[in-house]
């Protein structure tokens, strides 16, 4: 992993740890202000998905394109939240979930295509289990958590990004 692709790596992990205390911190949010705050996150990652694609070894292609392909999808939920401020609550919530689940099962497909420590996996397994669970629960549950959607948002945020930094660390040792 070269140092660009660690960089980008703490800086999702620091975003989703900000994201995750803003969340948690902020549970009564408007469904405004939660648009605004988690469409400008989505959106970053995605930036960052993207760039981390781009810059990746391309010694394994599988892992390039999902990366590319996790960071459009996470890019294009951004724009249109942050252009439609209207959105109706339900359609934010799948676009959420959808999200998650997404990025879940991208996660195990570059656990099997990607060659790095056990270490390393067992994080990214960590990190896309949550996901998954996260997406489903909010998917088969939306509206009926109220505060809970938020903190289960924060959480995952907050459970997701020191694993990117644990992961982003691990790699420098490696070396």
């Known amino acids: 992993m070269d140092q660009t692709t660690k960089n980008l790596m703490v800086l999702e992990g620091v975003i989703s740890i900000a994201f ?5 911190f902020w549970p009564k949010l408007t469904i405004v202000t939660l648009l ?3 469409g400008s996150y989505i959106l970053v990652m995605g930036l960052v998905n993207l760039m981390n694609g781009i810059f990746q070894n391309k010694s394994n292609p599988s892992s390039w394109y999902l990366k590319l392909i996790i960071g459009a999808i996470e890019l294009g939920v951004g724009v249109y939240l942050l252009r439609h401020p209207a959105v109706t609550f339900a359609t934010f919530i799948l676009l959420i979930a959808f999200s998650l689940i997404f990025n879940g099962l991208f996660g195990f ?5 990607e060659k790095s420590s056990s270490t390393a ?7 896309s289990v949550l996901g998954l ?8 549950q939306p509206i009926s958590s109220g505060v809970a959607f938020v903190w289960l ?3 995952y945020a907050l459970l997701t990004g ?3 930094l644990a992961l982003a660390h691990e790699a420098t040792l490696k070396k």
């Open 20 to 24: 995750g205390i803003a969340a948690v």
């Open 36 to 38: 605004y705050l988690f």
């Open 109 to 113: 497909v570059i656990i099997l295509s």
């Open 121 to 127: 996996k067992t994080m990214q397994l960590i990190s």
């Open 133 to 140: 669970i996260v997406g489903i629960v909010v998917l088969y």
């Open 153 to 155: 948002l924060g959480l």
């Open 162 to 164: 020191p694993i990117l």
